[in-house]
């Protein structure tokens, strides 16, 4: 039997069903990034065990408050003391503060060491030149890759977000209206938004890789264009967001509030109001504003004439309009805003893809 | 004055010694090559006498006594490792201009001269350069701090033939014109022989063959005879290998001149080429220098 | 005479001496250029957002200053609109944003230009060129970590300055918990800013010698370093104002200890004010209240001793006690951290250089 003949009876891989190829091709994912998966796994399991463990103790003093009625926080009574006092200068609200510097972590690392050097690091080293040349298409290849890595990078996005909701639970009943589910920081610190910003950034570290070609220099633009966008989400897409399809109407109860801030000539409310005020519980109220029997917004003189007087003031209160979103809405805002991440993290993988089918070895 | 001198040197990596019972007296004013199988040991020599490793037995010197890797050492030895590594995100201009600031004897205008004899595009990253444009700059770095000694790491590996060729000119070059000596290792040998002077086999991280290529091709033959009578050839020729085919045999024998060897057998002078394979074929025989008996046979007391 | 003997006799040698360090500035910078440039436009852009968020701020302070609201402080009709975007809204939510942005640069100086500096010349072998010339590898490393750290720790001062000038006057007006010494803005000044990324940075370069390879030095450093600041945050923080305190009875803060409850124990980590009383500056770190006796009470009884008048309590024989730093130690902590910071990092950048030597190739 010639040499050629035995070749014939060597192993044929290409006809073969998918889900084994896809098996053979996950395994080649694994063993490859294998390092860093476990890496990046562990720094994950790391910050989800921390968010674990202090969940558990917000919710067994949460359970707590429940069981001695300290539920309003109005009730610092005895008893709630030291039930409450972690949550009004203690280390529940220093979870808080570490909690949102460090929710973003995770996703940006995902980006970084995972996403950015993915591709990078081929080109760099010259691996491409075997990768490319191998019986599996490189976009095959490619697209494997990016799928299987991209799932897991959802569901660990997922489950971190999940982790950080439960544990911030506690923390936003007992602390009236310091942190609630419409500011940017818990609205990120959900399943589905955590899971599409993961995403996100694992795709555009990819796409960074292959657009630079070599992993520092990916790494570097990974971390400015993830935090870039982050930054920008927490500040104006997020509220931009959230003024779309407002409803209008004049809310009386809230118009008596001395708790608004004011920022610049209108009264600027970027607050949530539990107690059921006017029936609109758990609304996101955007602004708020004293208007004129035209329905057009005081201005400051006007109502500088009137502050000090309850009387006139308490005529206004009728006035006072509010533009708001319905509390059943915040889950279309959360889907909105996951969705449309999703959808971009989508299309720069496929933007990534394009680029490699396009760029010689 | 020996310009590199061990006294059974060894090294060890975890478990495996790389090399051992190294001991080696090289000339100054010598062109040395040492060769090797893959995995002998020529970097590890190479790095420990540039002081790149420690050893973990015996030492190294160079220059005359100088402790390979002190200061005195590295200002008067220039070194090319393996695969010249250089800075592959600078320029050439940049990349030899680092080498400057990094030295204190360097001449400019050797460097310049070089480079424009190459033709090497001066603003041209390192990394963007072919393989023997880049063992070339290294080169001229090298000879532009106007060592004593040059040792370089297969420096004719990545090369084409014509680049190797080109290679080895520029190397002679230097020596003809600064008497330096040099020290490298390579697979090449065919090339060796045109310009060794001195030769050291090491295999299996010992020292198989230490010599002036002079003596060493005085004192060898390659000898072809019936494969019977190869037991008669001693003791005046002390069979180094032998290949058997089925009524001839070829024979490398050391024997001291002049010797003539038995009527049945013809005997040419080898090759260093031969040479070498022969050794590397038998790792038990050695031909080394010092207080040693040069042949079994030749009774005690002679020594070179 | 011959070439050889030529050089042998000195010649080709120019004398060592002071333009050596001319010449390795120069390695360095032209070895790390990249690095360097990229690290720079990333404080430069921090510096901008920091010095143009402060001309805001000092412009509303400015404008408070003419109208009087400001020295002293009077919430008038008049005064609220200036006043109040200092407790909510802009600028107000600087503060917490500068807080989310100011720590990357430490990570950035070390994961940037730290972790690359000697791990990617073990990776690509350089070492065997840079260890073999005229210049002792020992003097070269050492240059080149003292030159970069000098230069790390100078943008660090610079951030440090800018922070500090820009959130001033948000600490002046603001009626929150925001003064120098929380652990959020203590860390904030020229000192300890340049010292966390001094230490970063050598901390990054002594893994970039241990580990060998570029991005895994990478990662270990982003780790250390947020794993760093987290626990000195948290743990190093209170234990180092821990130290020294002073004792004495604070009568009026008896009334309303504004903390958290530990036992019978309040955790104040507050700065005596306006609002709380306390010696002048003082950073109150814990009260209790006592009986007559001077024994502390139990935790059952100070639950229901707040609330109660300076004259109830001295009725009831109550007195309260705080243990606090005078605030003229805040210089003392701030070059305290910033000067074991600093000898750390000189530490482990010595340990790094002690490595180098030790021929490993």
């Known amino acids: 039997m010639t040499a050629l003949a035995g070749a014939a009876g060597a192993e044929r891989l290409s006809p073969g069903p998918p889900p084994r190829r896809l ?99 081929e080109y760099g080293s010259g691996t491409t030149r075997f990768a490319w040349t191998q019986a599996t298409t490189r976009t095959r290849q490619t697209v494997a890759k990016l799928a299987l890595l991209g799932l897991a990078v959802l569901a660990v996005g997922a489950v971190l977000g999940w982790l950080g909701q439960w544990s911030m639970q506690p923390v936003s009943a007992l602390t009236a209206d310091q942190y609630d589910r419409w500011e940017p920081f818990l609205f990120v610190a959900t399943p589905v938004t ?36 982050a930054y920008l989400t ?38 949530l109001f539990f107690f059921g005020v006017g029936g609109r519980a758990g609304a996101w109220v955007d602004q708020g504003w004293y208007a004129g029997p035209d329905r057009r917004p005081l201005s400051w003189a006007q109502l500088e004439r009137i502050w000090g007087h309850p009387k006139l003031l308490a005529q206004l209160h009728d006035t006072f309009q509010v533009t708001w979103q319905p509390v059943g809405r915040y889950w279309l805002f959360q889907s909105a805003q996951g969705g449309t991440e999703v959808l971009l993290a989508l299309l720069l993988g496929a933007l990534a893809v394009w680029l490699v089918r396009r760029r010689m070895a | 004055m020996n310009v590199i001198e061990t006294t059974s040197l060894g090294r060890r990596f975890g478990r495996a010694w790389a090399l051992r019972h190294c001991t080696l007296a090289v000339p100054a004013g010598q062109v040395t090559a040492l060769v090797g199988p893959n995995g002998a040991g020529k970097s590890t020599l190479l790095n420990l006498a540039m002081g790149l490793l420690s050893p973990t037995a015996g030492e190294v010197r160079v220059l005359g006594g100088q402790p390979a890797g002190s200061a005195a050492a590295l200002d008067r030895v220039a070194f090319v490792a393996q695969d010249a590594p250089l800075y592959r995100h600078l320029p050439v201009e940049d990349m030899v201009r680092l080498a400057r600031n990094l030295n204190y004897r360097w001449d400019q205008q050797r460097a310049d001269r070089r480079l424009a004899a190459l033709d090497l595009p001066r603003k041209r990253k390192i990394g963007k350069l072919s393989g023997g444009q880049q063992a070339q700059v290294a080169l001229t770095i090298a000879l532009a701090r106007r060592p004593e000694f ?71 033959r390659a000898l072809t005879g019936p494969a019977t009578e190869v037991d008669q050839l001693g003791p005046a020729f002390e069979v180094v290998h032998s290949q058997h085919g089925r009524a001839q045999a070829q024979v490398l024998a050391r024997f001291r001149p002049p010797a003539a060897a038995p009527g049945d057998w013809q005997a040419r002078p080898v090759t260093l080429e031969e040479l070498v394979l022969a050794y590397l074929r038998e790792p038990g025989a050695s031909a080394l220098p010092g207080p040693e008996a040069l042949g079994a046979g030749l009774g005690t007391g002679v020594t070179r | 005479m011959t070439a050889l003997a030529e050089v042998r006799a000195g010649g080709w040698r120019r004398p060592p001496g002071l333009t050596d360090l001319g010449r390795l500035a120069w390695v360095t910078w032209r070895q790390h250029r990249a690095a360097l440039i990229g690290l720079g436009l990333f404080a430069a852009a921090l510096a901008v957002y920091m010095l143009q968020a402060g001309l805001r701020v000092h412009n509303l302070w400015d404008a408070g200053v003419r109208d009087g ?42 994961m940037f230009l730290g972790a690359p500096l000697l791990a990617r010349e073990y990776r690509a072998g350089t070492t065997r060129f840079a260890w073999t010339q005229g210049t002792d590898r020992t003097r070269l490393v050492a240059t080149k970590i003292v030159l970069l750290g000098l230069a790390v720790l100078a943008a660090g001062a610079v951030l440090g300055v800018l922070v500090q000038w820009s959130v001033q006057p948000i600490l002046a007006l603001s009626s929150e918990h925001l003064d120098r010494w929380i652990p ?17 940075f050598a901390f990054a370069v002594l893994a970039g010698v241990l580990v060998r390879h570029v991005v895994p030095a990478m990662a270990v450093t982003a780790v250390a370093t947020i794993a760093g600041s987290i626990v000195s945050y948290q743990q190093l923080y209170a ?28 955790v104040l980590h507050t700065t005596a004010g306006s609002w709380v009383p306390g010696p002048a500056g003082a950073w109150l770190d814990q009260g209790w209240y006592t009986d007559a006796a001077g024994h502390r009470v139990s935790a059952k009884v100070a639950q229901n001793l707040p609330f109660h008048s300076v004259r109830q309590l001295t009725q009831m024989h109550d007195t309260f006690q705080v243990t606090w730093q005078p605030g003229s130690r805040y210089w003392l902590f701030q070059f305290g951290q910033g000067g074991t910071e600093l000898l750390l990092a000189l530490i482990l950048g010595a340990l790094a250089v002690w490595l180098v030597r030790r021929r490993m190739a």
Request: with cysteine.
């Open chain 3, 239 to 266: 234990w180092m104002t821990g130290l020294g305190l002073h004792h004495s009875a604070d009568p009026a803060l008896g009334v309303d200890p504004a903390g958290a409850m530990s036992g019978n124990v309040f």
């Open chain 3, 184 to 200: 959020g803005l203590f860390e904030y000044t020229p000192v300890l800013e340049a010292a966390a990324a001094g230490l970063a």
């Open chain 1, 234 to 271: 927490y500040n104006q897409l997020h509220y931009w967001l959230l003024s779309l399809g407002q409803r209008q109407s004049a809310d009386p109860a809230l118009g008596g509030g001395a708790s608004v801030g004011y920022a610049g000539a209108t009264n600027d409310l970027h607050r």
């Open chain 1, 194 to 229: 955590a899971a599409a910003g993961a995403g996100l950034a694992f795709a555009a570290g990819v796409l960074a890789g292959v657009v630079t070609r070599r992993v520092v220099p990916a790494m570097a633009v990974t971390v400015v264009v993830t935090a870039g966008f």
């Open chain 1, 23 to 121: 098996a053979r091709l996950g395994w080649v994912t694994w063993r490859q990034h294998r390092a860093t998966l476990i890496g990046v796994g562990l720094f994950t399991a790391l910050v989800a065990g921390y968010m674990l463990i202090s969940g558990l103790r917000l919710h067994q003093l949460g359970n707590a408050a429940v069981q001695n009625g300290c539920v309003q926080p109005s009730h610092l009574t005895a008893p709630c003391r030291p039930i409450l006092s972690p949550f009004s200068n203690g280390w529940a609200i220093s979870y808080a503060s570490v909690l949102n510097l460090l929710l973003p972590v995770p996703a940006i690392a995902i980006g970084v060491f995972l996403g950015a050097p993915l591709l990078a690091r």
């Open chain 2, 150 to 220: 040059l040792v370089l790491d297969e420096p004719l590996a990545p090369l084409d033939p014509l680049a190797r060729h080109e290679f080895l000119a520029a190397v002679m070059e230097a020596v003809a014109e600064d008497g330096i000596s040099v020290l490298f290792s390579s697979h090449a040998l065919t090339e060796l022989e045109r310009v060794a002077d001195y030769l050291v086999v090491l295999a299996g991280g010992r020292v198989q063959v230490a010599g002036e290529v002079g003596d060493l091709l005085a004192t060898h």
């Open chain 3, 69 to 110: 609201c400001v020295r002293p402080v009077r919430w008038t009709n008049e005064c609220r609109p200036i006043l109040s975007p200092f407790d909510v809204g802009w600028p107000q939510d600087y503060v917490s944003q500068v807080s989310l942005w100011l720590p990357l640069f430490p990570i950035a100086a070390g």
